[in-house]
């Protein structure tokens, strides 16, 4: 198969988009990369390309998509690899479904509670979201990472390599371990402990996560930490 051209319209401080730098990078595929200002309007013609003024976007071989979940597993559906089985066979359509639910999982169940934490108003309600946050990661996401059964490697269901599960969670991951650095004051720094002593599972998974070079070679903590407490306000201010 020729090469395809790719160009990802993104900005590395967007979690969304790097969704997608995960995937390419876990792939091998060369593309080219256009960064989008977020702090601007948004230009028009990036809004022919994307009415919704988004990031990222994708254009493979001339075709635009956007949306990160669906630019994510087009790469990973266009170039079949341990990220993502096929669903031509009963067990790749099973695996495809378990990483669905548990992508669906992270972002209903668990997400929520990891924005509400970094936009608490107060050190109380910091404390009382962080509470949410580790409970909602015990009850969801705890059960979903190594069942029995399961493989022994450090990623989804004990497998050796990234999986499509990490390159849609990995970036969300990165902030919530790196963003509970007391400097920031987003996140309370006993997270970890609470974590490592509750979700044990959880505190495996996710070290393996953020030390894959996939998944953390765009990420600047300094320049997303900063921007957060920008935004948000970090709980050093209260
Ligand atoms: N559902 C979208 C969310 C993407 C998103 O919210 N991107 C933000 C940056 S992190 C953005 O482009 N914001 C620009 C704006 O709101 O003007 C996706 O998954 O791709």
Known sequence: ????????YTNRLCP???RAHIALKELGLDFEEVTIDLDTPREPWYLEINPRGLVPTLSYNGTIIPES?????????????????????PEGAIQRARISFFVDTFGSKVLPHFFSTIRSASAEERQTNTKALVAAI??????????????AGPFFRGSEKLTLAEALTGSFVLRLLSLSKPEYGLIPAEVSALLEKRTPGFSRWSKAVVQHDSVNYIYDEDKVGKRTVQRYGGGAKH
């Not at 198969?1 to 990802?8: G, N, R």
């Not at 009850?139 to 399961?150: M, R, T």
Request: charged letters at 15%.
């Open 69 to 89: 979940a669906i630019v994510t597993q087009l790469l990973a559906d266009a170039h079949p690899s341990h990220l993502l089985p096929a669903s031509n066979s």
């Open 138 to 151: 015990e009850k969801e996401i705890e059960p979903l990472l190594y069942p029995a059964g399961a493989g």
């Open 16 to 18: 969304w988009a790097h």
């Open 1 to 8: 198969m020729a090469s395809p051209k790719i160009v990802l």
